[in-house]
């Protein structure tokens, strides 16, 4: 029988303001929701979250548990250091391709902020996501997330490391999201 796999997937954007400047605080507003619009969306299983919330703290100090170490990719401009933040970056685990591609472009909040999304962010000259298929026990962590996103900017989507328009499924084939809930072969 063969190994059940998952996706990966990280987001990673700089805004065009650190977290509490007005230019940007739509966008953190409405992360709550979209959040918990994901973790509500068929096939969504797990993402990275701090095991305690604590305001104060920067994602660098915060305690990421079983995520790992808070990591960067190396176009972040702003450094590992405590103080604003400027970026905006998931690492989430998903059943399959499909599921995360309907999140992302039918879910009526993130749909939205897909929508504004040139508001509060400056040009992006790296891939905004990256997705990757994992064995169903392995556990992704930050710095292995920066790693592939990294990955797709410096060789383009390969099976280690694609995006929605050039993806792979778990046997390293070319694919695409279908309104099937399963991966047709390209």
Sequence with gaps: MPEQMHLAFM???VLKAP???PAVQEFDDRTPDTFAEAESSDGFIARAKPVEEIAWMTNYQKDWGCWGPFAVPRFYPGGTSSGSSYQAQTLSVWRDLHSVWTF???GARHRAALKQSAEW???QDWPIFAAWWIPAAH???WPEACARL???HDQGPTPHAFTFKS???PQGRPCRPNARLELEPA
Aim: net charge negative; charged share 20%.
């Design 11 to 13: 987001t990673f954007s």
């Design 19 to 21: 977290y509490g400047d």
């Design 104 to 106: 992302a472009y039918r």
């Design 121 to 123: 962010f400056g040009q």
């Design 139 to 141: 556990q992704p962590v």
């Design 150 to 152: 990294e990955h797709l």
């Design 167 to 169: 993806a792979f499924d």
